[in-house]
């Protein structure tokens, strides 16, 4: 899946860029609102230099996990839109993705996109139609002429930082595992998340790692003070491994 931000480039930390390029890792594309900069690259290292040029202006940043269409360049988002604007996408639009040169949202801009221009965004039963081609996904579309808003959005957005993002999929979450700092606390709570330091697993990791991803994981109350000396008999074997030893009250 695709990620798209948008919001002021400072907002865009050097983990955040990381993360996001190891969750959608082919290619780059950069429009800034204030500078009218557009780019796309397919090297990622390229693509932070300019997100830092852009310091704390407005950007659309979006990177690509190619679904249809080849990966090259000329697929990267956003596109550029007969008329003036651009847009990008994230989601699959499965009624345009049976060409394995252009993309799903390659067809939407350069071929679905001049059939009523900008007309698409300003006329109340074209917008409507618009909505159901794209069937609820994330679409960004920026600075097209005629239209009052620099900045129009389709489908579900989040909010991060100062900015907003298409999805949160790429952001690395660390389940809760059994550590020795937590010895005697019964119940892993949100709090308890923020307060102890956790393993670092990236999301790729944990999906194959445990099955068991509730926010409430109870913890282990054996009075051991170590793993390599720990003596009880339980089910958590060793410093990886979720602890089962209670049950659920």
């Known amino acids: 899946m695709c990620v798209i931000y948008c919001g002021p480039a400072s907002e865009v930390s050097d983990a955040d860029f990381a993360d996001m390029v190891d969750y959608s890792s082919n290619g780059v594309g ?8 557009y780019g796309r690259y397919l090297d990622p290292a390229r693509a932070l230099t300019v997100v830092r040029q852009e ?3 407005e950007i659309l940043l979006h990177l690509r996990l190619a679904t249809s269409g080849h990966k ?5 988002h ?11 996408h994230n989601g699959i639009i499965g009624a345009f993705s049976y060409d394995p040169i252009r993309s799903d949202t390659a067809i939407l801009a350069q071929d679905i996109w001049p059939l009523h221009g900008s007309d698409w965004l300003t006329d109340p039963i074209l917008r409507l139609a618009f909505e159901a081609i794209v069937d609820g996904q994330r679409i960004a579309i920026v600075d097209v002429p005629g239209v009052s808003d620099r900045l ?11 900015g907003i993002v298409s999805n949160r999929y790429w952001i690395p979450w660390t389940p ?7 010895m005697g ?3 892993f709570t949100d709090d308890t998340l923020t307060e102890y330091p956790q393993p670092d697993l990236s999301w790729r990791e944990w999906l194959t790692y445990s099955d068991e991803r509730s926010a409430t994981v109870i913890l282990c109350k054996c009075p051991c003070a170590s793993w390599s000396d720990c003596v009880c008999d339980c089910d958590c074997q060793d410093e990886a491994s979720l602890c089962r030893c209670l049950e659920e009250d």
């Open 30 to 37: 950069i429009y800034g609102f204030d500078s009218g900069r």
């Open 55 to 57: 310091g704390d202006s």
């Open 72 to 76: 090259g360049k000329a697929m990267l």
């Open 78 to 88: 956003p596109f550029r839109l007969p008329g003036g604007g651009f847009l990008a």
């Open 152 to 162: 129009t959005l389709f489908g579900e957005w989040y909010e991060h930082g100062a």
């Open 176 to 182: 809760p595992i059994k550590r020795p700092a937590l």
């Open 185 to 187: 606390v019964e119940r």
